[in-house]
């Protein structure tokens, strides 16, 4: 029997689950993919992924029964992920899709990138850099300020509470990249395409599971 931690990643259609599951899988977890709301209380963690439209990803997040799910796993307090659109859903309204409301989790929206420099194209596509807003949260551990991560996207997240801001990037503006509140981390890079960095940051947060698992979180 493993011993662990189970990690559920949420598969709604719309998350890019390989590459997440194996770069958790390398972080020390026990991975399941589930297709459908499922028994939760084996998972230690739960990981919300996302790419492509925010609409698109909103509405079959609500097909699958995952919007209740995460919603109900969040208020438990049990250590939470959400990457790229995964993040982007936790605002309650996207620029990208009017109408179709988020999850909600927090008050904020999702903007378009406009930039005014011709070199800044749309999407944002590939490396760039994170300034650590609280260096000294553990997720940070050994993840020298200003890392590059990798990124892909065309929108960003703008909460109104600005303390939740954990890091921060440019890109024709100063924009959130990373957000954390009580049990909830998302990130709009995408930490499992990362290489090494991103990969410590995965080990980070399962070691933040790991002390929930015992009682310390």
Same mark, same amino acid.
């Given at each position: 029997m493993s011993t662990l931690p189970k990690i559920a990643i949420l598969d709604y259609e719309m998350g890019n689950l390989h590459s997440v599951s194996k770069a958790l899988e390398h972080a020390g977890a026990d991975v399941d993919i589930l297709t459908q709301p499922a028994e939760m209380d084996k998972y230690s963690a739960l990981v919300?992924?996302?790419?492509?439209?925010?609409? $698109?990803?909103?509405?079959?997040?609500?097909?699958?029964?995952?919007?209740?799910?995460?919603?109900?796993?969040? $208020?438990?307090?049990k250590p939470f992920l959400g990457i790229c659109v995964g993040m982007q859903l936790l605002m309650e309204e996207s620029e990208e899709a009017p109408g179709i409301p988020g999850l909600g989790v927090f008050k904020g929206k999702v903007k378009l990138f406009k930039p005014d420099k011709p070199e800044l194209k749309v999407p944002q596509m590939g490396w760039n850099q994170v300034k650590q807003v609280c260096a000294k949260n553990p997720i940070f551990k050994d993840i020298p300020n200003n890392s590059y991560f990798y990124f892909v996207h065309s929108y960003y997240v703008e909460p109104e509470d600005r303390e939740i801001i954990l890091g921060e990037t440019d890109y024709g503006i100063t924009y959130c990249s990373f957000i954390q509140k009580d049990n909830i981390f998302a990130t709009q890079f995408h930490p499992e395409k990362s290489q090494k960095i991103g990969l410590k940051l995965l080990e980070n947060f399962m070691n933040l599971v790991g002390r929930m698992v015992v009682g310390s979180w």
């Open positions: 919300l992924p996302g790419v492509g439209n925010f609409g $698109d990803c909103a509405e079959k997040c609500r097909e699958h029964g995952f919007d209740e799910l995460t919603l109900k796993w969040i $208020d438990s307090g």
